[in-house]
Nanobody, 112 residues
């Protein structure tokens, strides 16, 4: 049984930071490109960051320079370090292997 479990979301003030984690089980984690998506109310799900098996990264323009994706294959975990958070970053954040496996999401709310 494949599971992706996100954690680390919460309420943070503008300018603050959060680190999301996504731990996988039931897959050979190191074989997968890992992605972070987010979905704000009324919006489509948006791909914001991805990391290849070799550790190469790509970011959406909306988060470039503020968010950092990383992975620890020994822990079957992908991370999303989010700095300089803005109210428009408020969304449910999901990790995914792509088309097939998704986590349940973790809420991030940026508000004063």
């Amino acid at each position: 049984q494949v599971q992706l479990v996100e954690s680390g979301g919460g309420l943070v003030q503008p300018g603050g930071s959060l680190r999301l984690s996504c731990t996988a089980s039931g897959i050979i984690f190191s074989s997968y490109v890992m992605l972070w998506y987010r979905q704000a109310p009324g919006n489509q799900r948006e791909l914001i960051a991805q990391i290849t098996r070799g550790g190469n990264t790509n970011y959406a323009d909306s988060v470039k320079g503020r968010f950092t994706i990383s992975r620890d294959n020994a822990k079957n975990t992908v991370y999303l370090q989010m700095n300089s958070l803005k109210p428009e970053d408020t969304a449910v954040y999901y990790c995914s292997t792509g088309a097939v496996y998704w986590g349940q999401g973790t809420q991030v709310t940026v508000s004063s």
